[in-house]
């Protein structure tokens, strides 16, 4: 699905009439290594983390630059348990593997998108498009127009914080 994956992106924001800049680059695996090879600030890049809460896998978006907050999503979903997706899983349900999960729910990927506030600090959004090679970065405006989050909410936090999202 990988190759499919940014192609898909591609159709669905090119049948949208949305401006996007693409970006092929070395593979890249941290948020940090993505970033830079973007030629963009980390903060603005929209790290997508399929997790499985309770008995079903959803997608969480947040800032590059911040962490998942799991404890915030469990509280605020009413979820007894929270835990990531295993690299297996993730393959078996995306095609993908993790690193090059793109920021979007259906119809290209087939999880619920929870959005952390953090994304809308940024006029801009950044993310792997479904390959460790190939990076996408569009207006924030545009993304959410194609998105629909199923909630927005923090559940990301600073790193180092053990505490709450701030």
């Not at 990927?109 to 959005?115: I, K, M, T």
């Not at 006029?123 to 569009?138: H, K, Q, T, W, Y």
Request: proline fraction near 8%; glycine fraction near 8%.
């Amino acid at each position: 699905m990988g190759g499919s994956t940014l192609q898909a992106i591609r159709d669905l924001l090119d049948f949208r009439g949305i401006v996007y800049r693409e970006t092929h680059h070395a593979p890249t695996r941290t948020s940090q290594q993505s970033a830079a090879a973007r030629g963009e600030p980390m903060d603005i890049g929209g790290k997508a983390i399929v997790l499985k809460v309770d008995d079903d896998f959803r997608l969480f978006v947040l800032s590059a630059a911040l962490h998942l907050h799991s404890a915030a999503i469990r509280k605020h979903l009413r979820a007894q348990r929270t835990r990531f997706a295993t690299e297996a899983e993730l393959f078996a349900l995306t095609g993908l593997v993790p690193g090059c999960v793109p920021p979007f729910g259906p119809p290209i990927l087939p999880f619920d998108p929870y959005v952390d506030v953090s994304i809308y600090e940024n006029d801009r959004i950044a993310f792997n498009a479904g390959s460790l090679s190939d990076s996408i970065v569009m207006a924030r405006a545009d993304w959410e127009r194609v998105v629909h989050p199923a909630g927005v909410f923090r559940f990301a936090r600073r790193s180092g914080s053990g505490g709450p999202p701030p």
